[in-house]
């Protein structure tokens, strides 16, 4: 493989690299702490942004920081996702055994978190993932939801993460109800030129690179190409690097990277 040939420690462009060794973007910093102010105030919060933009690295960069003895993550990622079997996907990771029917599971659900705040002093924080694809039902169940004790109290914090598209759901009259019990929006915009520039050396140097692998112009073709998607980045990287190790090329420039878009990503 090509770390072998370019010396790397381990793979520079994948998913599992480690959260403290992420790099980001002013817009990234932004939105941890809009994630951060949502969870100390139990607030409703949506996060939106293209395909592969970060957003679930994000979250989980986030939901790793998060002390665990104050806090109780709750993290679904279902494209089906309905009421029932999200009351009941919460009760099993709380360590429960959800009971049949959906209000039963409801109201149950709904003593944990009372426990989890009034006895254990620990604040639930429910994510739900690919939020864009929830049903009417769904998101109708989520006003119901956070409407406890006649809208005083909240005993959760919620965060709904998904496409652009989640935005426009909101913007819907037949939504307005669950659209105003939002208190925190954040939309995660692409990287700039000099974001990606910034991002494709942090990776390589996470990973063992001690030096440029990438010339500068090698590095615009890819932003300018991947229209700064960090997803689309890592792919079209990791395959200059495959091309390059096959040649033997130790510096990967503008050249191979327009070959490699041209052969591999425009067939």
């Known amino acids: 493989m090509f770390d072998a040939f ?3 420690s381990s793979m520079p462009f994948t998913r599992d690299i480690q959260t403290d060794k992420l790099f980001e973007t002013t817009s990234y910093s932004a939105l941890q702490d809009r994630l951060s102010y949502a969870v100390r105030s139990r607030l409703f919060c949506v996060v ?3 395909v592969g933009t970060g957003k679930t690295t994000a979250i989980r960069k986030f939901t790793l920081s ?3 003895n104050r806090y109780s993550i709750f993290y679904m990622s279902d494209s089906n996702l309905t009421p029932r079997n999200f009351y009941h996907d919460a009760l099993q990771q ?4 959800p009971k049949f029917y959906r209000g039963d599971a409801k109201r149950q659900l709904q003593k944990e978190f009372a426990s989890l705040v009034e006895v254990e002093h620990k604040s639930p924080v429910v994510i739900v993932d690919e939020a864009h694809l929830l049903s009417r039902p769904m998101l109708e169940e989520i006003r119901f939801l956070l409407n406890l004790k006649m809208d005083s109290y909240s005993p959760l914090s919620l965060i709904l993460v998904g496409q652009s598209e989640l935005k426009d759901c909101f913007k819907l009259k037949i939504n307005e109800a669950i659209s105003q019990r939002v208190g925190v929006r954040f939309h995660l915009p692409t990287m700039s030129k000099d974001e ?7 990776h390589l140097k996470a990973s ?3 030096s440029e692998l990438f010339t500068e112009a090698a590095m615009s073709v890819i932003h300018e190409y991947c ?3 960090a997803r689309m ?7 200059c690097l495959l091309a390059g190790a096959s040649k033997n090329e130790r510096l990967i420039d503008d050249h191979l990277v327009r070959d490699v878009i041209t052969l591999e990503f425009e067939m």
Not at 196 to 202: A, D, E, N, P, V
Not at 234 to 239: A, G, K, L
């Open 66 to 68: 998060l002390d665990q």
């Open 6 to 8: 370019y010396s790397l």
């Open 48 to 50: 939106t942004g293209d």
């Open 227 to 229: 229209g700064g998607v």
């Open 94 to 97: 709380a360590g429960c055994t």
């Open 208 to 210: 063992g690179c001690v």
């Open 196 to 202: 990606t520039l910034g991002y494709i050396r942090s």
């Open 233 to 239: 980045v890592n792919n079209v990287c990791t395959s």
